[in-house]
């Protein structure tokens, strides 16, 4: 009988592979081209070696199943994903949110209300924190409280953006007055690392959230939704789909900010557009 290391040698079938690549658009709505076979391949390998299954038509069957459905699907999400995300990427949002969301908020501030922003694609938390230290300056300034809700589908990066410790290199982007405020630095790790201070970590509250489940379980209020660099993973109808459930989530005249590579043109949604890539629930 082959053991699960030598699936290096005979790799996932076509068949395999289209099988999988179909159930995972199904769960996650990631669309993978047929040049991320071999990818699939090496990240799942580990998966089969952990549940010593000799083929990849094993796994197949096990994750498609009740039981895999229930403790194996995470995991494979967790191998599938791609998270690639700075501190202040795309820095005009957050300069937008600076200079027109939140003097529009706090011109029409309902008393007591905090500022709530979603940010529903977090992966290791570097997008959450940025929006927490640009809100933690102008809420010192101007008075105000704030809440910020990010999820992700992967169980295993929401842990990591939890514990907020970050290659001090990651903290490049960040100015050196903000970092000043909002970081603290390791002594004794090699290479040196950073820590969000605490602060601001009870300012987020992270989740596991798949924004394909049909009811997704957060507010409808929020005055701000981050939905960046994820729906170039989707195909155009599940794009809609996600968008369309995002959108609802909004309170009226609440901003919604997606990637510089994305585009809503001609989609079906209660949104305008205000500035390339920022748009307005209508």
Not at 166 to 185: G, N, Q
Not at 219 to 248: G, H, M, P, W
């Amino acid at each position: 009988m082959s053991t699960p290391d030598s699936m290096t040698r005979t790799g996932i079938s076509d068949a395999e592979f289209f099988r999988l690549r179909d159930f995972i658009h199904k769960q996650c709505g990631i669309n993978l081209s047929v040049s991320k076979k071999i990818l699939m391949e090496s990240r799942l390998h580990k998966r089969l070696s952990a549940l010593k299954l000799d083929t990849y038509t094993a796994y197949c069957n096990y994750v498609m199943s009740p039981a895999g459905l229930d403790s194996e699907l995470v995991h494979m999400i967790d191998c599938i994903a791609t998270n690639k995300t700075d501190f202040y990427r795309e820095p005009g949002h957050f300069q937008f949110m600076t200079d027109v969301v939140i003097p529009e908020w706090l011109n029409a501030k309902v008393p007591h209300k905090p500022f709530k922003v979603w940010s529903s694609a977090c992966s290791s938390g570097e997008e959450p924190y940025t929006i927490a230290m640009v809100l933690q300056d102008l809420a010192v300034r101007h008075g105000f409280d704030y809440r910020i809700l990010a999820t992700d589908i992967s169980t295993k990066i929401v842990q990591q953006a939890i514990e907020a410790v970050y290659p001090e290199s990651a903290a490049i982007p960040i100015p050196i007055e903000v970092k000043k405020r909002y970081l603290l630095r390791s002594k004794v790790t090699t290479p040196p690392t950073v820590r969000i201070v605490p602060q601001l970590r009870a300012k987020v509250q992270f989740r596991r959230l798949n924004l394909m489940d049909t009811v997704l379980d957060v507010d409808k209020d929020f005055d701000l939704v981050f939905c960046r660099n994820l729906l170039i993973y989707f195909d155009r109808a599940t794009q809609e789909r996600v968008l369309q459930k995002l959108a609802s989530k909004l309170k009226p005249g609440g901003y919604l900010f997606i990637g510089h590579s994305e585009s809503i043109y001609a989609m079906n949604l209660p949104l305008q557009q205000v500035r390339p890539t920022v748009f307005q629930r209508v």
